[in-house]
């Protein structure tokens, strides 16, 4: 079974900036569509932005603009630039391979968006 790891979370003004990572334990990983999800205080899971093998990026609307995906498959890593935080991008993020179950993904990294 895959593991990921995130990291690159913590606290941050509105409209400020971090980058996530995520580093995956298998060889595959190069080959697979990579994404960031994320989980808010109360809400549901949702899905932030995806990365194909050959990096192609897709990202929700939410975000759009503001936020980066990118990868380096020679590091097996997944990064999320996040630009221009508000409050509401306050939550648990995770990577995973798209698609997969809940129960697959990394174990999250928290951002706060706070003043």
Request: a positive charge; glycine letters at 12%.
């Amino acid at each position: 079974q895959v593991q990921l790891v995130e990291s690159g979370g913590g606290l941050v003004q509105p409209g400020g900036s971090l980058r996530l990572s995520c580093t995956a334990s298998e060889s595959k990983f190069t080959i697979w569509t990579m994404a960031y999800y994320r989980q808010g205080p109360g809400e549901q899971r949702e899905l932030v932005a995806t990365i194909s093998a050959d990096g192609t990026t897709t990202y929700a609307d939410s975000v759009k603009g503001r936020f980066t995906i990118s990868r380096d498959n020679a590091k097996k890593q997944v990064y999320l630039q996040m630009n221009s935080l508000k409050p509401e991008g306050t939550a648990v993020y995770h990577c995973a391979k798209a698609g997969s179950a809940y129960k697959n993904w990394g174990q999250g990294t928290r951002v706060t968006v706070s003043a």
